[in-house]
């Protein structure tokens, strides 16, 4: 297609519009390929895509191209297309058909035309018809769906969107709403292991040192999800998650490692200070490497005043342990410590 873009161009000075349907499922490789062509004005690339292009499209694709986003369709326009069915389809139009719950249909589609339109179908060959005339309930409906009609797309904007509300309900102190997320993402058929190894890094990330014993529950949650499976898998991450929800927050471990990670980004590689450095060999051991080290065993309470970081940011502080739930215990011993440092 490209060769002959080319060619279009060369020749008679033609540009080529390529439409790719579910551009989503072309690999990285077959996006890269494409790049190029684009670049040179080879093409004109219309991707169409169900998925949401941060996560789907190549970030060099993706930023040569203007996204224009479709947004679900409203109640009234999915209202629209129920009539229009009614009244046109080649099947149904010969009908007389009432649907006593149009809501319940509505619910189900979730903004989703085709989706509207393929349970119409189903419920309407499944409907009793009496002469030409057909009735459509809600007993109907849930017949035709085999349960409550809920949808959750698992790797659309719904799947992050829904994660995102989870975290953010575990993270903010709220057990009920981090009930309520958790159960949309399961009756939506979300992989249980997803839910939990996300729990997992909030225990680190949001809690902390506020609650140390929150990452051990995430973590055995989550091998415990791993063993026993759905659907019993919901009440484990179900404890998990309130319990989380419901512990002192800190991110104070979090912030102090990105605090870290920025100054080695910004000084470099600092020389570790000689009487930290690892002395294998006698010529280290001449060169003083670990000879001023001082051994905190040896020293009251287990501490000794010594200077841990490279000389250029020795008095840096990364980690500023917060004051809730057992950090604050941390926090104090810390202060502590740092007084006796001034006093000598």
Same mark, same amino acid.
């Given at each position: 297609?490209?060769?002959?873009?080319?060619?279009?161009?060369?020749?008679?000075?033609?540009?080529?519009?390529?439409?790719?349907?579910?551009?989503?499922?072309?690999?990285?490789?077959?996006?890269?390929?494409?790049?190029?062509?684009?670049?040179? /004005?080879?093409?004109?690339?219309? /991707?169409?895509?169900?998925?949401?292009?941060s996560f789907e499209v190549i970030s060099p694709l993706l930023s040569r191209c203007q996204l224009l986003k479709l947004?679900?369709?409203?109640?009234?326009?999915?209202?629209?297309?129920?009539?229009?069915?009614?009244?046109?389809?080649?099947?149904? #139009?010969?009908?007389?058909?009432? =649907?006593?719950?149009?809501?319940?249909?509505?619910?189900?589609?979730?903004?989703?035309?085709?989706?509207?339109?393929?349970?119409? *179908?189903?419920?309407?060959?499944?409907?009793?018809?009496? /002469?030409?005339?057909?009735?459509?309930?809600?007993?109907?409906?849930?017949?035709?769906? $085999?349960?409550?009609?809920? %949808?959750?797309? #698992?790797? /659309?904007?719904?799947?992050?969107?829904?994660?995102?509300?989870f975290i953010k309900s575990v993270r903010g102190s709220d057990p009920d709403a981090a009930a309520y997320w958790l159960?949309?993402?399961?009756?939506?058929?979300?992989?249980?292991?997803?839910i939990a190894r996300r729990l997992i890094v909030l225990a680190s990330e949001d809690i902390g040192n506020a609650e140390?014993?929150?990452?051990?529950?995430?973590?055995?949650?989550?091998?415990?999800?791993?063993?026993?499976?759905?659907?019993?898998?919901?009440?484990?991450?179900?404890?998990?998650?309130?319990?989380?929800?419901?512990?002192?927050?800190?991110?104070?471990?979090?912030?102090?490692?990105?605090?870290?990670?920025? *100054?080695?980004?910004?000084?470099?590689?600092?020389?570790?200070?000689?009487?930290?450095?690892?002395?294998?060999?006698?010529?280290?051991?001449?060169?003083?490497?670990?000879?001023?080290?001082?051994?905190?065993?040896? %020293? $009251?309470?287990?501490?000794?005043?010594?200077?841990?970081?490279? $000389?250029?940011?020795?008095?840096? =502080?990364?980690?500023?342990?917060?004051?809730?739930?057992?950090?604050?215990?941390?926090?104090?011993?810390?202060?502590?410590?740092?007084?006796?440092?001034? $006093?000598?």
């Amino acid at each position: 297609i490209i060769d002959k873009a080319r060619e279009q161009i060369s020749y008679y000075n033609k540009h080529t519009i390529l439409f790719i349907d579910e551009i989503h499922r072309f690999n990285k490789a077959q996006q890269d390929a494409l790049l190029h062509a684009v670049e040179e /004005g080879l093409i004109v690339l219309i /991707g169409a895509t169900t998925e949401n292009p941060s996560f789907e499209v190549i970030s060099p694709l993706l930023s040569r191209c203007q996204l224009l986003k479709l947004e679900m369709l409203t109640v009234d326009d999915l209202s629209k297309i129920i009539k229009r069915a009614i009244k046109k389809d080649v099947l149904l #139009k010969q009908y007389t058909i009432q =649907i006593k719950n149009e809501e319940a249909l509505l619910l189900y589609s979730s903004g989703d035309a085709r989706k509207l339109l393929n349970i119409l *179908e189903i419920t309407f060959h499944l409907a009793e018809k009496v /002469g030409k005339k057909c009735v459509i309930d809600k007993d109907l409906i849930k017949k035709a769906l $085999e349960q409550n009609p809920l %949808y959750y797309d #698992k790797k /659309g904007d719904y799947h992050y969107d829904t994660i995102s509300a989870f975290i953010k309900s575990v993270r903010g102190s709220d057990p009920d709403a981090a009930a309520y997320w958790l159960a949309r993402m399961l009756e939506g058929g979300e992989d249980p292991t997803f839910i939990a190894r996300r729990l997992i890094v909030l225990a680190s990330e949001d809690i902390g040192n506020a609650e140390p014993y929150a990452l051990s529950l995430a973590n055995a949650g989550f091998e415990a999800v791993k063993n026993i499976g759905m659907p019993e898998a919901r009440i484990i991450l179900s404890q998990v998650a309130t319990y989380l929800a419901s512990v002192p927050k800190s991110n104070a471990a979090y912030l102090a490692v990105d605090a870290a990670v920025a *100054e080695v980004r910004k000084s470099g590689l600092l020389p570790v200070p000689l009487h930290l450095r690892n002395a294998p060999t006698q010529l280290m051991k001449k060169l003083d490497y670990g000879s001023d080290y001082k051994y905190p065993h040896d %020293y $009251e309470d287990h501490f000794i005043e010594q200077v841990y970081l490279p $000389e250029k940011i020795k008095n840096k =502080i990364f980690y500023e342990p917060s004051e809730n739930g057992r950090e604050s215990k941390l926090k104090s011993y810390l202060t502590n410590l740092k007084s006796r440092k001034r $006093e000598k």
